[in-house]
C-alpha cells in the first residue's frame, strides 16, 4: 500500500509503526461557526482513508481535535455577547450534527484544546528549557532560529517568506515568522488560564503538538489536515514537536487534502460565494454531497458547483436504483439452469478496487471500477443470463466497496422498508383486480416522492 507523504513529496510505501495498528491524527475545525464545505470535504477525506484502513484489517485509532480557543473564538462571542465556552457548547453539536449526516464515523477522541491546556504549559516549558523560546511583553514565541530545520518540511525559503510575511502585531518579533506559544491576557473577557509567564491562553499551533503527544505519544503514523495547514500550521507543529521529542518524534506520514474552489474561484465570504454544509444540506441529501466529495481524488483541488452536485446526484442515484432492482426477476431463479449461466467473477473487480485503493487512496479510480461493475452486470441483467449467484456476488462486492464509499446502502432505511410494504399491498390488490386501491398505493407514494414502474419482472421504485 502506498501513501503520498508531504514530508518526503512523493508516495512511499506504507509500513505502520507497530504491525496491523495504525494512529492518526487531523487537524479539526476551529468551532466559531457552522461548518462549510471545505470542513465536510476535509472530513470526509479522512474518514475514508481510516475506512479504508480499518477495511484492510488494521486497527486504527483515530483523534481528531476542535479549536474551541482562538482570536476567532474571542471575537464572536464578545460579539454575541456569549461566553467562548458557550459559543464551543453550541457548535460543537452542530459539527458532529453534519459529519454524521456525511456519513463520517465519529473519531476514536475528539479532545477540545481547552481540556489540555496543562499538557500544552507542559510542552511550552520543555522548549523553553532546551532554548527555543524568548518571552515578550505580550506571550512567548518559539524561537525559529533555535531550530535549524524550521522551513524544511513545507519547503519554504525563508527569505522569501520573510518578504512575504503578514505584517505582524509584535514588531519586537525576532524573526516575522517566530510564533507564539503563550499568550498573555490583554481583556477581561478572554478565557485564561494560569501558567509561570502570567495568565493567558495557547497559540494555535501548540494545540496540535501537545494533542497528539497525549492520545498518540511521542511517534505516531499519520498526521493529516488540509493542504492549506503545511504552512504554518503544520510547519510549526513539526519544529515544536522535534525540539522537545527529538528528531525521530511526530508524524511518520503527513497527508493532505486539496482545496475547494468555488466556480474556479476561491471560496470565502467576501466574495459572497461562501457555502456552509447546512446551506447545502437544505436542498440535497448529504450523501450526495459526500458523494461528490469523493469522485474527486483526495489531493486534487474540487471546482465546486451546482451541476457538480447534480451529477453527484444523478451518478449516486444510478447506483441506489441499481441495487434496490437487482433482485428483481431473479429472486426464485435456479443456480443451475445450464443454458443460462454465466460466470461474472466479483473477486476481479474486487482486486481491480483494492488496487487503486492501495495506490494512495484512489477513491475516484476504485468508483470508476464500481461503475464498471454496474454496467456490465446491468448488460447481462438484461439479457436474463446470470445466475442467482452472480447477483448475490454483485450485491456482495457492492456492500464491501460501500464499507469505504458509505453512500449506497445507507439511504432512508425506514423509506425502504414502508414502500416496500406498499408495493406488496399493492401486488395483492392488482391481483384481486382492486384498481382502486391499488392507485391509491400508487398516489400515495407518488405524494412521499417515489414513483413506481411496472415492468415484467415485477415492481420497482425511484425516489424523485
Ligand atoms: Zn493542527
Known amino acids: 500500500m502506498k501513501i503520498f507523504n508531504t ?6 510505501e506504507f ?65 454575541e455577547g456569549i461566553t467562548v465556552k458557550d459559543l464551543a457548547d ?19 477522541i475528539a479532545p477540545k484544546a481547552t481540556e489540555n491546556i496543562a499538557e500544552m504549559v507542559e510542552i511550552i516549558e520543555k522548549l523553553q528549557e532546551k532554548g527555543h523560546t524568548y518571552v515578550l511583553d505580550d506571550g512567548v514565541y518559539f524561537d525559529v532560529k533555535s531550530f535549524p530545520h524550521y522551513g524544511k518540511f513545507s519547503r519554504q525559503n525563508l527569505e522569501d517568506l520573510k518578504m512575504g510575511a503578514r505584517v505582524d502585531v509584535n514588531e519586537k518579533k525576532k524573526n516575522p515568522y517566530d510564533f507564539a506559544l503563550w ?10 488560564w494560569k501558567s509561570q509567564w502570567g495568565e493567558g491562553r495557547p497559540g494555535w499551533h501548540i494545540e496540535c503538538s501537545a494533542m497528539s503527544f497525549r492520545y498518540l505519544g511521542e511517534k505516531f503514523d499519520i498526521h493529516g489536515g488540509g493542504l492549506d495547514l503545511v504552512f ?24 493532505h487534502n486539496g482545496f475547494i474552489n468555488i466556480d474556479n474561484e476561491k471560496m470565502s465570504k467576501s466574495l459572497g460565494n461562501f457555502f456552509t454544509l447546512r446551506d447545502i444540506f437544505e436542498k440535497y441529501d448529504p450523501k450526495v454531497v459526500r458523494f461528490m466529495f469523493l469522485q474527486t481524488h483526495y489531493r486534487n483541488p474540487i471546482n465546486f458547483s451546482l451541476d457538480l452536485l447534480e451529477q453527484a446526484k444523478a451518478g449516486l442515484q444510478r447506483l ?35 488496487q487503486y485503493m492501495d495506490n494512495d487512496f484512489d477513491l475516484s479510480g476504485a468508483l470508476g471500477v464500481v461503475f464498471d461493475f454496474v454496467k456490465t452486470i446491468n448488460a447481462l441483467r438484461s439479457t436474463k443470463k446470470l445466475t442467482k ?13 460501500d464499507k469505504v464509499l458509505n453512500v449506497i446502502f445507507e439511504e432512508e432505511k425506514s423509506l425502504h422498508s414502508d414502500t416496500e410494504k406498499l408495493i406488496e399491498e399493492r401486488d395483492f390488490a392488482r391481483k384481486n383486480k382492486d384498481f382502486k386501491k391499488s392507485d391509491e398505493i400508487r398516489d400515495k407514494l407518488l405524494k412521499k416522492g417515489v414513483v413506481l414502474e411496472d415492468t415484467p419482472n415485477g415492481t420497482i421504485w425511484k425516489k424523485l
Not at 514530508?7 to 512511499?12: D, L, P
Not at 465536510?40 to 485509532?61: E, H, N, P, W
Not at 449467484?389 to 466497496?401: C, H, P, S, Y
Request: aromatic content about 12%; charged content about 30%; glycine content about 6%.
Open 15 to 79: 509500513i505502520p509503526l507497530k504491525k496491523g495498528v495504525v494512529k492518526m491524527y487531523v487537524c479539526g475545525p476551529t468551532v466559531y461557526d457552522l461548518g462549510h464545505l471545505g470542513h465536510g470535504r476535509s472530513a470526509v477525506c479522512f474518514d475514508v482513508i481510516r475506512k479504508y484502513l480499518l477495511y484492510k484489517g488494521f486497527k486504527v485509532t483515530f483523534v481528531s481535535n476542535y479549536t474551541d480557543i482562538d482570536d476567532k473564538m474571542i471575537n464572536r462571542a464578545n460579539e
Open 320 to 354: 441506489r436504483d441499481f441495487v434496490r432492482t437487482l433482485h428483481v426477476g431473479y429472486e426464485k431463479l435456479p443456480d443451475n439452469i445450464d443454458d443460462v449461466r454465466i460466470i461474472v467473477n466479483a473477486e476481479d473487480y474486487v482486486k481491480t478496487f483494492e
Open 389 to 401: 449467484n452472480a447477483i448475490d456476488g454483485v450485491e456482495k462486492f457492492l456492500k464491501n466497496a
Open 183 to 192: 499568550k498573555l491576557k490583554k481583556d477581561d473577557f478572554e478565557p485564561s
Open 90 to 108: 453550541r457548535i460543537i453539536p452542530e459539527y458532529v450534527r453534519d459529519y454524521e449526516a456525511l456519513g463520517i464515523m465519529a473519531p476514536d
Open 232 to 255: 504554518p500550521h503544520h510547519e510549526c507543529e513539526v519544529a515544536q514537536s522535534l525540539a522537545v521529542f527529538g528528531d525521530k518524534a511526530f508524524a511518520k506520514y503527513w497527508m
Open 7 to 12: 514530508k518526503s513529496g512523493g508516495k512511499e
